[in-house]
């Protein structure tokens, strides 16, 4: 099948929705389809579409890189009609973006999914709701990562959503392989793993860690993906950004993992990451990753932006070594359920689904346009 996946999404600047999309089209191409990726940044290559350059919005108390206009409309034009795609996988396609304008000028089968939650809700979708109906109905399958954002998409476009995670490369985030090099052994380390954005929690988790080290002076916090500000409590060693390689790496070198965000996350995939590696989590009890980890199973649940809550859990995971063995063993069985060995032939089928479909409405069309009619 050639299929066409669209990211809104800058394909130079690492994110959670660009993972996805580089993992499920390698899943899909070693089935044996035709896919090509269409995003901004990056360069035309095989099975790499550019629609040119990207600028920054705000987006869920983040920063996003998109690209939008006349110029990059006339790119994804020519792209589709080009790619002679049977169908294309467009990742949040309502809000402006390159994803919105193959929605508009799809001419084939189209399967959408959604990432995004907010459990206050969209101002975007609620006030562009009434213009993006119609475009909406053009969307044959339409996906989710978790019902929290189903709870926010379904808000605003009610229709049929089929949940469909966030995977993880299980071939490549497994409990054996490499630890980090260069790390003093004879640490209880804890990694936190995302970036430097308010709504990650990372700022509570420093909070939590002098509380931590009063318990527990072996322990330390390993935190990749942000960079040293130059201050904040000891024992904490600042990573920065890793290469992919290295981040299974990093989450094997840890104990137990750490995601303090305050809110607005669809899906833990770093939660999974973890797992897989088999390493059991403490993270925030938000809608998100209630969708990933069971409190007390795989790890435990802590109320969003309470350090002491979150020094309390990682403290019982220190103290307790049999429970923690017992998590991870739980944690890497869960992983496992979000394997894209097993949610590709999940998105197969919602592929399939979306062609009958679209057949089916262009069958339709051509009745009515019929002579006589």
Known sequence: MRIGIVS???????????????????????????????????????????????????ANRSRANISFGPAVAARVRNILREGGFEV????????????????????????????????????????????????????????????????????YFPGQYRVLPNGVDTEVFTPDGPRLEGLEPGWFDIVFVGRDEPRKGLGVLLEAMPIVRRACPEARLLVVGADDPGRGPEGVIWLGRLTDQAVPAAYRSARVMAAPSL?????????????????????SDIPGYRAVVHDGVEGRLVPPGDARALAE????????????????????????????????GEVEEAYAEAVVRWRSKAEKGARRRAPGR
């Open 8 to 58: 809104p999404y800058d394909w130079d600047i690492p994110g959670g929705v660009n993972r996805h999309v580089e993992q499920l089209a390698r899943y899909l191409r070693r089935n044996g389809h035709a896919v090509t990726v269409i995003a901004p940044g990056g360069r035309d290559g095989e099975g790499f579409r550019s629609v040119g350059g990207s600028f920054a919005v705000a």
């Open 88 to 155: 294309l996988h467009l990742h949040e396609p309502l809000i402006p973006s390159a994803s919105m304008l193959a929605l508009i000028f799809s001419r084939c089968a189209v399967m959408a999914t959604f990432h995004a939650a907010r459990e206050e809700g969209s101002l975007g979708y609620r006030i562009a709701s009434p213009l993006l109906g119609p475009l909406a109905k053009k969307i044959d399958v339409r996906a989710v990562v978790s019902t929290a954002a189903r709870d926010l998409v379904g808000r």
């Open 263 to 283: 809110g607005m996350e669809s899906f833990g995939i770093v939660l999974v990451e973890s797992m897989a590696c088999g390493v059991p989590v403490v993270a």
């Open 313 to 344: 859990a990682l403290l019982e995971m220190a103290a307790d070594e049999g429970k923690r063995e017992n998590m991870a063993r739980s944690a890497l069985a869960r992983a496992n359920e979000f394997s894209w060995n097993k949610l590709v």
